[in-house]
Nanobody, 123 residues
Framework: QVQLVESGGGLVQAGGSLRLSCAASERTFSYYAMGWFRQAPGKEREFVAAISSSRSNTYYADSAKGRFTISRDNAKNMVHLQMNSLKPEDTAVYYC????????????????WGQGTQVTVSS
């Protein structure tokens, strides 16, 4: 089972940017499809973005399109989420996700999770 460790969260003003990173322990990282989810207080965990193992396909929630970019570096076992034009409603704990076969776009279909990193956007 792959171990995932997120970093890069923090406090930022509205309109600012953050880059989240996720380090994966698995040597077969390149076989995993990767994703990001988030969970705000009192709300369910929701999909943000995902990327296929080959980096050829990316997927975004409507709330992330045009503002967030997911990328991966298979040589370094890393996946990143560049978040621009942040809004207060982006405040949440952001979780890295990984699946060996399917693209992680739903919580029910995702098998590997990180511990999360807090993102707070002030108005």
């Amino acid at each position: 089972q792959v171990q995932l460790v997120e970093s890069g969260g923090g406090l930022v003003q509205a309109g600012g940017s953050l880059r989240l990173s996720c380090a994966a322990s698995e040597r077969t990282f390149s076989y995993y499809a990767m994703g990001w989810f988030r969970q705000a207080p009192g709300k369910e965990r929701e999909f943000v973005a995902a990327i296929s193992s080959s980096r050829s396909n990316t997927y975004y929630a409507d709330s992330a399109k045009g503002r967030f970019t997911i990328s991966r570096d298979n040589a370094k076992n890393m996946v990143h989420l560049q978040m621009n034009s942040l809004k207060p409603e982006d405040t949440a704990v952001y979780y890295c996700a990984a699946n060996i076969i399917t693209i992680p776009t739903t919580t029910s279909s995702t098998t590997n999770w990180g511990q999360g990193t807090q993102v707070t956007v002030s108005s």
